[in-house]
């Protein structure tokens, strides 16, 4: 029996969830079913494209939430970092990363940026360590060339990785499949912030976090036959509050902290769980030349990311039209403990929230979070100040 | 040390002066003021067009060094920003958002923010704010990280530079309306080569034995000049004093300490509003910085990384903008401090972590790893703050600091 044959599609996603953290059996079994390498990307974006067409399974590294001691990772990094960079650093140090051959950073924040400097030290000879730095000023003319040959650059590592040479042809179909995987994740995302009472948030995070531990076309195919249970449901919708959560790009919150956020009174109608695989939206799959194309997908993209600067996007502009676009009643920004992009980015925005009369609540989270009564109380308070407002 | 011999600091302070009034003269005969980063400004450029530079970081860490940090960052906080930003940002928010009134006097908001990308993340969120809070244009230049741990830079990567300077010209013209002067240009980058040459030669002194030069606590007065007033004749005046001053220092054998009773490598941001305490806790021990690598932020002048040419300006500005000590990666920041360690003959390295900045910071601990137990090299790591004096600590830094330094003597049999 393949793993895809198991009862149900949720059973499946969690299995892959459940494994995700700390121990990665999985991603050893799909390598090993489909003889190919694993690649393991720091969030928040990389093109899985380049990795599926030299024939590797693309790992989006999450880090271990609060499942491993960080003690190893706290005394290489420093008092003041995010849990998410001390976790990753942690898996390599205790070895659970071993059935990883490649492993990509990027210039998200200082923090990951360093960090691939430190694994390499430390790791350089188990790993091929990888560090793309995508462009910011997306309004040069010359932003497309750099990426496109920063791009090639990064595939000749791969390349001698995986000892296969890239073709076109391989990354179209890739660029194709990927397109679809993106499309099947924004539609869920879309049923949940229309009938959010149709599955519950921690069924949803299931979902499209599977979608980072298994090969795309399996988990396309589990996706199409989630969506069409979920479609068939008739939960009745309750009377809560919609909230859009903000903060939740890189470093994963606890998923029973989210759970809070519903249980205290909320429909969590959209948020930027694993935003990076599906943020940069559909690619030309049919380009001539298909690594200027994933290229050309990222600078010109205007939807802001955090992480990502981009010269020409309004932030402001951007979050009071996601309100009204998801029907919202306010805003929950919840930040990693220590991490600097999401603390600015609140600023911009709730200045924006502020003048527009929208309700917002700031909390923060670490990857091991623990106890969340803290968490209900402010969420309930703030649900309630809405609903009898 | 007679005062004969420290009149480098004096004059240093006076040529800052003249940097604020020159500023202002600007302002008054309709000039633009561009707030800038230390790291990897085009400054030879903003020059061609007139512009006067502001440098957040430096304004702020003045600020801090005279005491007057805490309302500025209390004013940040009331505002909304977390007690887990950036120092330097919220002293520079809260700096607009005061109208420039500061406690070391006014100091110009800006027309436009030169955004270069070079080194520490948190560059492109604080200019957004000001882009934000109150529609500053924001000039962006995109700088690569150094990703190739042999020190290579790709050629696409100083392409990709040069270019974006290439396009930064016609936006300054029409900015500022003047005309692009190619000829000022080199000129100005002329007298920049000459004061990097001069400033080079100046730490290098560090490598004498006896060390005439403090090459942290010293150098971090110094330095400001390099970032300040690069491009003027006063600059190269002034590092040629100070290489005379050192030079006759080194001939006298005399120095920052009474003596040399240590040699240091130093990494990290110094704490400012308890600069002269915290120098102290070194210089109690007649101990010497004779090489770190703050002062390379601005470019790390000392490793042939970079030479502003006149005959290729904007390439060689280019190479300069790539080579800011934080946009090097962690293994070629680690090996640099090896290579002080080694060729300046050092006992031991002290690394200095800020809860502000991540950037100068995280990794911290590996590099203090790599040099104990990979290299034999004594390492103390210490964590405070730049600007913040809220998270300085001096008796249990002390305490850190002597005991660090009793192993030492222990190990040299001094």
């Known amino acids: 029996m393949t793993m895809l044959e198991t009862s149900s599609t949720i059973q499946l996603f969690e299995e892959h969830v459940e494994d995700s953290y700390a121990s990665f059996n999985m991603v050893r079994r799909w390598k090993e079913e489909l003889g190919r390498k694993a690649l393991g990307y720091f969030p928040v974006y990389f093109p899985e494209e380049l990795a599926h067409a030299l024939n590797m399974l693309p790992i989006n590294l999450l880090g271990a939430s609060g499942r491993l001691p960080l003690d190893i990772a706290t005394a290489h990094t420093q008092s003041f970092v995010c849990s998410i960079t001390k976790s990753v650093f942690q898996l390599a140090a205790q070895d659970i990363l071993e059935m990883f051959d490649v492993l990509v950073f990027s210039n998200i924040c200082d923090v990951a940026r360093n960090l691939s400097g430190i694994m390499r030290r430390n790791f350089g000879a188990k790993y091929h360590i990888e560090y793309i730095h995508y462009p910011i000023n997306n309004t040069s003319a010359h932003a497309v060339g750099y990426l496109e040959e920063e791009y090639r650059r990064v595939i000749g590592g791969l390349e001698r990785v995986s000892g296969i040479k890239m073709r076109d042809e391989a990354l179209r179909d890739a660029i194709g499949l990927y397109n679809r995987k993106r499309e099947l994740m924004n539609r869920l995302a879309e049923l949940r912030s229309e009938k959010p009472w149709l599955l519950p948030y921690t069924e949803y995070y299931t979902a499209i976090r599977a979608g980072e531990f298994m090969p795309v076309e399996r988990f396309n195919q589990a996706m199409e036959s989630f969506l069409r249970e979920v479609e068939s449901r008739t939960t009745r919708p309750a009377d809560r509050v919609r909230v859009i959560v903000k903060g939740d790009f890189c470093e994963q919150p606890p998923l029973m902290y989210m759970k809070t956020i519903e249980d205290a009174g909320c429909y969590i109608v959209g948020d930027e769980a694993l935003i990076g695989p599906r943020w940069i939206g559909e690619i030309n799959a049919h380009a001539d030349n298909p690594i200027r194309a994933l290229a050309k997908a990222y600078v010109m993209n205007t939807t802001p990311l955090t992480v990502r600067y981009h010269p020409s996007i309004d932030k402001r502009k951007h979050i009071i039209e996601l309100v009204k676009d998801m029907n919202a009643e306010g805003v929950i920004f919840i930040t990693p403990k220590f991490c600097e992009p999401a603390l600015y980015d609140y600023i911009i925005y709730k200045t924006a929230l502020d003048k527009a009369g929208i309700p917002y609540l700031h909390l923060e989270y670490e990857e091991s979070t623990s106890s969340f009564e803290h968490v209900r109380t402010m969420v309930e308070t703030f649900a309630e100040s809405i609903m009898f407002d | ?414």
Request: charge should be negative; charged fraction near 25%.
């Open chain 2, 1 to 414: 040390m007679s005062q004969q011999l420290d009149r480098a600091k004096q004059l240093q302070g006076e040529l800052v002066k003249q940097y604020y009034k020159q500023v202002r003269e600007t302002v008054e005969r309709g000039g633009k003021v561009a707030y800038c980063f230390v790291m990897a400004n085009p400054i030879e450029l903003l020059k061609v067009f007139d512009i006067a530079p502001i440098y957040p970081e430096i304004t702020s860490l003045q600020i801090s060094y005279r005491g007057g940090a805490p309302p500025l960052i209390g004013l940040s906080e009331e505002f909304g920003y977390s007690t887990d930003c950036c120092g330097y940002v919220k002293m520079g928010v809260a700096t607009v958002l005061n109208n420039g009134q500061t406690s070391i006097g006014y100091i110009p908001t800006p027309d436009l923010a030169m955004l270069t990308y070079s080194g520490c993340q948190i560059y492109i969120h604080w200019w957004e704010q000001y882009q934000y809070l109150r529609g500053t244009p924001v000039f962006t230049i995109d700088i690569p990280y150094v990703r190739d741990y042999d020190g290579h830079i790709p050629r696409h990567d100083i392409r990709y530079v040069a270019g974006q300077l290439e396009e930064l010209i016609p936006k300054l013209e029409q900015f500022t309306g003047k005309r692009f002067d190619e000829e000022k240009l080199r000129e100005i980058i002329r007298l920049s080569a000459e004061a990097w040459d001069l400033w080079r030669r100046c730490l290098e002194t560090g490598k004498l034995k006896p060390s005439p030069i403090d090459a942290y606590f010293e150098a971090i007065y110094y330095m400001s000049a390099i970032t300040l007033i690069r491009g003027s004749r006063e600059c190269v005046d002034f590092y040629r004093f100070l290489l005379d001053e050192l030079m006759a220092r080194y001939e006298q054998g005399v120095g920052p300490t009474p003596e040399e009773r240590f040699r240091l490598v130093f990494e990290g941001v110094p704490n400012y509003p308890f600069f002269s305490r915290f120098w102290g806790l070194f210089r109690g021990w007649n101990a010497r910085c004779v090489a770190a690598t703050y002062p390379k932020v601005a470019g790390i002048i000392d490793m042939g990384a970079f030479s502003l040419n006149p005959d290729k300006p904007i390439e060689s500005l280019a190479e300069y903008m790539i080579h800011a000590y934080c946009n090097w990666n962690m293994i070629s920041r680690a090996n640099l401090i090896q290579r002080y360690v080694r060729e300046y003959e050092a006992d031991g390295v002290v690394i200095h972590s800020i809860k502000s900045c991540r950037s100068f910071s995280m990794g911290h601990g590996d590099i203090r790893e790599y040099l104990i137990k990979d290299l034999d090299v004594p390492a103390l790591h210490i964590e405070s703050d730049h600007v913040d004096p809220r998270y300085y600590s001096e008796a249990q830094l002390k305490n850190r600091v002597d005991a660090f330094f009793e192993s030492l003597s222990i190990r040299k049999g001094v």
